[in-house]
């Protein structure tokens, strides 16, 4: 496990900081590693694991990137490595005892961070991220195995096989909130999903953790595969008795999917 916590005591650190490790994020990604990322401008933290790795060898792979952001940072930064028997070791040493993050209300906007936007227009990216109010999170799930992947093979959005990792922020309310207090924190959450959308063309989004306010579901969800995964649907779901919203097929009905927009059977 390498992990690292950097304080920012400017915008102009955190921008420089943030891109450095945007670039840096492909490189550890090729090697193997995967975990998640916390990015503002007052923080950054990072917490990656890699299976069967010596505390020498992540030295070797964040040493680097480590010293670059102490000095940065005007030695504002902690790292540690550590390794653990197995798995379940270090997923018990770092997250205890909890079951799991349920039973908060919750909403999450997402996109996919293409490998691409990372290596050749970091500084750009990096400004996005740190414009979002709160900051925001990435999570390894692209690249490595992911990579490897012919984007033809599968429904998936073909976007996932070049991305690095997935970018995302939330909007929370306590329980029991007024209608009024959960509009404004959807709106600030549109808001995010706009900043986000600017990273790339292709703007795809992880469906798991994305917003039930895209503006265009079809790019961000299935990309170039909607249509291939619409007329798949319109023969084995003729009815369209699986419906759900922003699903395949969901803009065939109204936005409450009660009534049925198009009535080709």
């Known amino acids: 496990m390498a992990l690292m916590v950097a304080n920012f005591s400017s915008?102009?650190?955190?921008?420089?900081?943030?891109?450095?490790?945007l670039r840096f994020h492909v490189s550890v990604s090729d090697q193997g590693w995967g975990g998640y990322t916390s990015i503002s401008n007052s923080t950054l933290q990072i917490l990656f694991v890699k299976p069967n790795t010596s505390n020498v060898e992540a030295e070797t792979a964040f040493g680097s990137f480590i010293e670059f952001t102490r000095n940065a940072t005007?030695?504002?930064?902690?790292?540690?490595?550590?390794t653990?028997?197995?798995?379940?070791?270090?997923?018990?040493?770092?997250?205890g005892s909890r079951t799991g993050q349920v039973g908060s209300a919750v909403e999450i906007t997402s996109r996919l961070l293409p490998r691409e936007?990372?290596?050749?227009?970091?500084?750009?990216?990096?400004?996005?991220m740190l414009s979002i109010d709160g900051g925001c999170t990435t999570n390894s799930v692209g690249g490595?195995?992911?990579?490897?992947?012919?984007?033809?093979?599968t429904g998936l959005n073909p976007s996932w096989r070049a991305s690095i990792a997935e970018v995302y922020s939330v909007e929370t309310w306590p329980e029991g909130s007024s209608a009024e207090t959960i509009l404004k924190a959807r709106n600030r959450l549109k808001g995010k999903t706009d900043i986000l959308d600017k990273f790339t063309t292709d703007s795809a989004a992880y469906l798991n953790e994305a917003s039930l306010h895209e503006i265009d579901f079809k790019k961000s969800f299935f990309g170039s595969h909607y249509?291939?995964?619409?007329?798949?649907?319109?023969?084995?779901?003729?009815?369209?008795?699986?419906?759900?919203?922003?699903?395949?097929g969901s803009d065939d009905w109204d936005s409450e999917l009660?009534?049925?927009l198009n009535t080709r059977q």
């Open 227 to 248: 249509e291939k995964l619409k007329a798949v649907k319109d023969i084995y779901d003729s009815t369209s008795l699986f419906t759900v919203p922003l699903g395949v």
């Open 117 to 128: 936007i990372a290596l050749r227009d970091p500084d750009r990216a990096a400004k996005l």
């Open 258 to 260: 009660e009534c049925r």
């Open 144 to 153: 490595g195995a992911v990579a490897d992947v012919d984007p033809l093979s």
């Open 11 to 21: 915008t102009s650190t955190a921008q420089l900081v943030a891109s450095r490790f």
């Open 74 to 82: 005007d030695a504002q930064t902690l790292s540690i490595y550590q």
């Open 84 to 95: 653990y028997p197995g798995f379940l070791d270090w997923y018990q040493a770092i997250f």
